[in-house]
């Protein structure tokens, strides 16, 4: 496997999985949307779910491309980015309001993720 650093995680790899990551939730917030209301199989055709599919398409080219660079043990912690990123969509535009659990939950997924990519960079 070759590598930009010891790690893996050079700055192509990082804006990787940070475009992969986006992506997902994208893709994530727009499937909630196009299924929100919907009774019969047909009512989840439409373009906010097809649009949600099409970002995770990008996305998982985003990944390919960054686990093709760098370990695994490196480039799935960023996976979690995800979650962070569509409770923030969920706080934003749909109003929800996570309770204290959740919000120190999501604190400590963003630690670890920065422990990984800083020890990673070094």
């Given amino acids: 496997m070759t590598a930009a650093s010891p790690s893996g995680l050079g700055w192509p790899v990082l804006v990787a ?13 727009l499937l909630k949307l196009g299924a929100n209301g919907a009774t ?3 009512d989840y055709i439409n ?3 097809f649009a949600g599919f099409a970002l ?3 996305g998982s080219a985003a990944w390919i491309f960054a686990m093709s660079r760098a370990p695994l043990s490196v480039v799935y912690p960023f996976n979690a980015l995800t979650f962070i990123l569509v409770m923030v969509a969920g706080i934003a535009v749909l109003g929800e309001r996570p309770g204290p659990a959740v919000i120190a939950g999501s604190l400590m997924i963003l630690g670890g993720i ?9």
């Fill in 114 to 122: 920065g422990c990984i990519a800083i020890g990673s960079l070094a």
């Fill in 17 to 29: 999985l940070i475009a992969g990551s986006l992506c997902a939730a994208g893709g994530t917030f």
């Fill in 56 to 58: 995770y398409g990008i």
């Fill in 47 to 49: 373009i906010r779910v």
């Fill in 40 to 42: 019969a199989l047909s």
